[in-house]
């Protein structure tokens, strides 16, 4: 199974703060790297899919980058909803795994 | 609207059985890839099983031999039978259409499964 590793696991920021978390593959998954949120007692909601493309209805502020094994999901400008837990998940071989998730509290 | 609504969660003894559903509306089970994730209380997000709209279907290790994807195209509706319940199973279960075996787009609200003696 590929192990996908999040990094920080939670983290504090303000709100305007440029926020970055990292994804790393115990090997490629080539661009089936999604990213999701997930807000207390909800479901899970994709923001990004195919390591860059902004799910419609997401805001521009959510942003993803990278390439092969590494990425990063960035909100330019921290808002207050935006305080929620963030999973990747890779769709390039089953079982398609996903991260521990990082939790970020808004300061 | 797109809806997708699981039912069937409970308390059951180790050992036991369970039947979860997930009614759609809005899309047709038959057309998409459904899949199941799970997330154990306080935990992660684990992938459990997916079923192709041609029929075929995979399994996370961990629940292989023991559950079971289907599905009623009559009733529109996707089902994870769930047989030999382990205390490591409990979970809100989730389905999710799996947009073109890719990312997941369309998530129900879940369902808790409760294993316990």
């Known amino acids: 199974d590929i192990q996908m590793t999040q990094s920080p696991s939670s983290l504090s920021a303000s709100v305007g703060d440029r926020v970055t978390i990292a994804c790393r593959a115990s090997?490629?998954?080539?661009?089936?790297l999604n990213w999701y949120q997930q807000k207390p007692g909800r479901a899970p909601k994709v923001l990004i899919h195919?390591?860059?493309s902004l799910q419609s209805g997401v805001p521009s502020r959510f942003s993803g980058s990278g390439s092969g094994a590494d990425f990063t999901l960035t909100i330019s400008s921290l808002q207050p909803e935006d305080s929620a837990t963030y999973y990747c998940?890779?769709?390039?071989?089953?079982?398609?795994?996903f991260g521990r998730g990082t939790k970020l509290e808004i300061k | 609207e797109v809806q997708l609504v699981e039912s069937g969660g409970d308390l059951v003894q180790p050992g036991g059985s369970l039947r979860l559903s997930c009614a759609a509306s809005?899309?047709?089970?038959?057309?998409?890839?459904m899949t199941w994730i799970r997330q154990a209380p306080g935990k992660g997000l684990e992938w459990v099983s997916v079923m192709h709209a041609g029929g075929d279907t995979y399994y996370a290790d961990s629940v292989k031999g023991r559950f079971t994807i289907s599905r009623d195209n009559s009733a529109n509706t996707l089902f994870l039978q769930m047989n030999s319940l382990r205390a490591e199973d409990t979970a809100v279960y989730y389905c999710a259409r799996d947009q073109r075996g890719d990312y997941l787009d369309v998530w129900g609200r879940g369902t808790l499964v409760t294993v316990s003696s």
């Open positions: 090997q490629s998954v080539r661009t089936y």
């Open positions: 809005g899309l047709i089970v038959s057309n998409n890839y």
């Open positions: 998940q890779q769709s390039y071989s089953r079982p398609y795994t």
């Open positions: 195919d390591i860059s």
